[in-house]
């Protein structure tokens, strides 16, 4: 990620307009040190730079070798388990996933706004919007049908919901859109206070075609007149599109109607999504439902499964 100039750029940014000199600031999910290094550098009195793997030993050695030891501190481990002598100016936090929240940044914030930011104190990014659109995307199907046949020789039943019930990250054209995207949560970082969120909106399709599946993104307001998203048509960071996908194709035409209720489902450290609604066919004699589901990250492909699944191609 350190590679992704947009990405990082932005963020240097937002930060060198946030922090003031002599702040003390909080980088949560800290990874190589970067964000922390930058508030150094704005004038910041002390970093408190947390993260949970061990690529924080790998930001504390860059943080020495660049003479940023006395101003960073890292402390290995989840924010919502450490407590800091001191109370923080600022804070601040690229744990955004393609969807925004996948990486359970409103948790993150709700906790850390509680436990140590001081009051009036500025959060990095200040705001976040999700959207999505139906879109055609085959080579996604294409990964939930390989469970749906034989593989050698041997049936495995439960592939098949594992995969369907499954976000996969991609790279959406505009053009692979069948409707206008539609804005399912809009949430201020400084004042949220709940971090399941639910939303429904119906889409319109504006063309003929097979729906795959709905490609979700972000847009974020890292600080006043500092923005940064991975739309599709936006130039390239390192977040691609998520796909959430249908349980099976549908065929479309002008004028049908897609229902989806997105939701979060926050659990202990961890955030699952959930999708439902259903595909209404508007074209023929008959107004009729052709397709219904209800989906979940929840019951999603084990981490191990899709090990199987590379390793059986």
């Excluded at 150094?40 to 970093?47: I, P, Q, Y």
């Excluded at 995207?181 to 971090?195: I, N, S």
């Excluded at 936006?234 to 194709?249: C, D, G, V």
Aim: hydrophobic share 40%; glycine share 8%; proline share 5%.
């Amino acid at each position: 990620m350190l590679s992704d100039r947009i990405r990082t750029s932005a963020f240097r940014k937002a930060i060198e307009a946030v922090v003031r000199p002599g702040q003390v600031v909080l980088d949560l999910g800290s990874g190589s040190g970067i964000m922390a290094f930058f508030a150094a550098k704005a004038g910041a009195r002390k970093v408190y730079a947390i993260e949970q793997t061990n690529l924080v030993d790998f930001a504390q050695n860059a943080c020495t070798s660049n003479g940023l030891s006395e101003k960073v501190s890292f402390i290995k481990g989840h924010s919502s388990d450490i407590s800091l002598p001191e109370k923080v100016d600022v804070v601040i936090s690229e744990t955004i996933g393609s969807i925004g929240f996948d990486e359970n940044i409103i948790r993150n914030f709700i906790d850390a706004r509680g436990r140590f930011l001081k009051t009036g104190g500025s959060i990095i990014p200040a705001r976040m919007r999700v959207f999505c659109a139906p879109v055609s995307v085959p080579c996604v199907h294409a990964r939930i049908g390989f469970w749906k046949r034989k593989v050698w020789g041997f049936d495995f039943p439960l592939g098949h919901e594992y995969a369907a019930n499954t976000i996969y990250p991609a790279r959406i054209r505009q053009s692979q859109m069948f409707a206008r995207p539609r804005c399912f949560f809009t949430v201020d970082l400084g004042t949220a206070q709940d971090d399941c969120l639910e939303s429904g909106f119906s889409f319109s399709i504006e063309r003929p075609g097979i729906v795959h599946g709905f490609a979700g993104w972000f847009s974020a307001t890292l600080s006043k007149g500092v923005d940064i998203t991975n739309a599709p048509g936006a130039r390239i960071t390192h977040w691609s599109q998520n796909i959430l996908p249908l349980p099976k194709p549908v065929v479309v035409r002008k004028g049908d109607r897609i229902h989806l209720t997105l939701q979060t489902i926050p659990l202990e450290k961890s955030l699952f999504w959930n999708w439902k609604g259903a595909v209404r066919r508007e074209w023929a004699e008959k107004k009729e439902r052709v397709l219904e589901f209800d989906l979940s990250t929840f019951r999603g492909y084990p981490q191990q499964l899709a090990v199987v699944r590379q390793s059986s191609i």
